[in-house]
């Protein structure tokens, strides 16, 4: 088995128990690599002559259309895929492919959910969109320099996952962390329009503008509408239109990321919090918090802050 070696400044000891037995810590020495990354994750490439690929329970598995297109049946969802499509599939979850393009290409990345467990992922806020059950979907379609980077980001993780350079495990984890950063990324932030005479376009740019300055004070739809001189009716198809989300889910979003900071990057109290996001008790925060999330404020403090 070849051995790779890493000095302990480079070593962050709150990875998760599986990385730890790839990046273990030191007492100012090197040291000693003991478990292949490999096991924990695996990319494989999906087309039409290589079809088989196997869904492990344990394991995720984000699929990025490289060439081609496919239909996916996942559970009761059809998604047609296509290059440029990602798409997250929960443990247990197998998809079908139907009705798939001679020169379909699919890349998909199958990883343990133990690797979600850095201080990193959970800061971002990732679990809340990958947990079965989350309202919000885990599948994207990117324009066409967005795919290029997830693409890139895949073939930088296959070529540290299986090479043979020094601290190629090592430089897989992070890789491994920055395509989940990237991803969440890519998927989450609206598409800069450069059309400026799109209509749709300037008024889906405005309206983001409004929502990250005055999600404190405007929580409805019909506050950003009159704001624009428009209709809410009209604002909410245009934004669902332009970013495949709805307005509210934009200020929510914008409100909870606001939330989530405070909440594991400061010693603050739940009413500090909310009094800081203008909600009219800890109690309403906590109600907004728990059915954005599954959890209480104070439950994912326990979870998601760094000791």
């Not at 467990?117 to 320099?145: M, W």
């Not at 989940?180 to 890519?186: A, E, F, S």
């Not at 740019?205 to 209709?231: G, I, M, N, P, W």
């Not at 909410?236 to 909440?263: C, D, M, Y």
């Amino acid at each position: 088995m070849e051995q790779s070696y890493l000095t302990d400044h480079f070593v962050d000891a709150r990875l998760p128990e599986s990385a730890q037995a790839i990046i273990a810590p030191g007492d100012n020495k090197a040291v000693k690599v003991k478990s292949h990354l490999d096991e924990l994750m695996t990319i494989h490439h999906h087309t039409n002559e290589n079809a088989l690929h196997y869904y492990h329970n344990t394991h995720y598995h984000l699929l990025l259309g490289k060439q081609g297109y496919t239909e996916i049946i996942a559970g009761n969802l059809l998604h047609n895929f296509a290059a440029g499509s990602m798409f997250l599939l929960s443990p247990g979850q197998k998809p079908d492919y139907q009705n798939s393009s001679d020169n379909v290409q699919i890349t998909i990345l199958s990883f343990h959910k133990k690797l979600l467990s850095s201080s990193l992922i959970k800061q971002a806020g990732i679990l809340e969109i990958i947990t079965p059950g989350e309202k919000v979907t885990p599948y994207c379609e990117l324009s066409a320099d967005r795919a290029r980077i997830m693409r890139e980001l895949f073939d930088k993780l296959e070529k540290e996952l299986y090479g043979t350079r020094i601290f190629h495990e090592q430089m897989a984890y992070l890789t491994f962390i920055e395509l989940m950063l990237q991803g969440y990324r890519v998927c989450t932030e609206p598409t800069l329009v450069s059309h400026t005479n799109n209509r749709a376009a300037q008024l889906t740019q405005q309206f983001l503008q409004l929502a990250d300055e005055h999600y404190l004070t405007k929580r409805t739809v019909q506050e950003y509408a009159d704001e624009l001189a428009v209709s809410a009716k009209y604002l909410s198809e245009v934004v669902k239109n332009e970013t495949g989300l709805s307005p509210l889910h934009h200020i929510h979003q914008r409100l909870f990321n606001e939330a989530r900071h405070w909440l594991v990057s400061a010693n603050l109290s739940i009413k500090e919090v909310a009094d800081k996001l203008r909600f009219d008790t800890p109690s309403h925060f906590s109600r907004f918090f728990k059915q954005y999330t599954g959890h209480n404020p104070t439950s994912y403090q326990l979870i998601h802050a760094v000791i």
